[in-house]
């Protein structure tokens, strides 16, 4: 029996409809896996991120859990995660899978998730998030927020015309969202000092590396060094922003003259008007600010530490 599960009951949240039905499909595989090892687990079949985390919330102390889906599908566990110090294994087989792709691993690679429940488990940082006093203004990411660009061109995807598919839509949203967006006044806190006061395209509180499906906003992401990385793209005009989104998308971006780059513990973000949010690529709507403070070591993850596993 993989060492471990030994002895702890693991639930497994099965989101059927990850990676466009990637999840669903590789199941049966996965499951006959999951008895190879010897796997003592219940399994959700969620509807809805709220249903999976309500199951979760229930189960007996001592339970794990596994998010066999994307990045929201881990998103819908996290509450239950923290605050119940639930042990999380993460199964990948969402689309972007960019907390996954932190830990190495790719879509699909169930074999080598299970082969790692070997080594030790780790902790790793989360991120508490608030951007509202009323309810439902708090969240938690373990990838990271982000206001501006990259989130009002998520809002604009389901405008893209049916014809889009793929990198399409993508780029279609890109080209629309850029049309429409102007840097706009904001300033930037961390630990209570000002990091940046000034126009800004994009501003993102990090705790892994990438966002989106492989965009490296946080080339030097540690997911256990206890602090959150705060990354501004100021006053960007249009013509520099296709190729800012190039250098993004491999990590090169940081010595760009209207990036600014900065590690600590608590973010703080004030907009001068409501600018579009997204945790974890999630949208939130249209916010004015965002407190984001980091959670040392407050997920403890199965995906164990190896070679291959590196954080
Ligand atoms: N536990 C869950 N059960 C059912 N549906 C969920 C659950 N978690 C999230 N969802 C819904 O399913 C959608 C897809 O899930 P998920 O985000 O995990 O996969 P993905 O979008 O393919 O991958 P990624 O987020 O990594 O790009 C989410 O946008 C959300 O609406």
Redesign the pocket.
């Known amino acids: 029996m993989a060492p471990l599960i030994n002895g702890r009951p693991l639930a497994v ?8 039905g ?2 669903a499909r590789e199941w049966p595989r996965l499951r006959g896996e999951l008895h190879a090892w010897g796997v003592q687990y219940r399994t ?1 079949e ?4 709220a ?3 309500a199951a979760v919330r229930a189960l007996p102390p001592g339970w794990a859990v596994a ?1 066999v ?9 996290l509450p239950a995660v923290i605050e119940q110090e639930r042990p999380l294994l993460v199964l ?9 792709g932190t830990l190495g691993l790719r879509a699909g690679q169930f074999r080598e998730v299970l082969a790692g429940l070997e080594n030790p488990p780790r902790r790793v940082d989360a991120l508490r998030v608030r951007y509202g006093s009323g309810p439902g203004t708090e969240a938690y990411s373990l990838n990271g927020a982000g206001m501006g660009f990259d989130a009002q061109l998520t809002a604009n995807l389901p405008l893209a015309p049916a014809w889009t598919q793929g990198a399409a839509r993508y780029v279609w949203a890109a080209l629309s969202t850029l049309r429409a967006m102007q840097p706009q006044p904001c300033r930037v806190l961390l630990d209570g000092a000002e990091l940046y006061s000034g126009p800004a395209m994009l501003c993102s509180v990090m705790n892994a590396r990438t966002l989106g ?1 492989g965009f490296q906003f946080n080339p030097a992401a540690d997911l256990a060094d206890g602090r959150l990385n705060v990354v501004v793209a100021g006053d960007v005009r249009r013509r520099q922003v296709p190729p800012l989104i190039a250098r993004v998308r491999v990590g090169r971006h940081l010595e760009h003259p209207a990036v600014r780059y900065a590690a600590g513990q608590v973010a703080e973000l004030h907009w001068e008007q409501p600018v579009q949010l997204h945790v ?3 949208l939130r709507g249209e916010h004015m600010w965002l407190r984001a403070e980091v959670l040392p070591g407050a997920v403890q993850l199965l995906n164990g530490a190896s070679r291959s596993l590196q954080s």
């Open positions: 949240v099965l989101n059927r409809s990850a990676g466009n990637r999840a959700i969620s509807g809805t991120p249903e999976a985390l998010a889906g994307g990045d929201g599908t881990v998103a819908s566990v990948p087989f969402g689309t972007g899978n960019d907390f996954a499906g974890d690529g999630d």
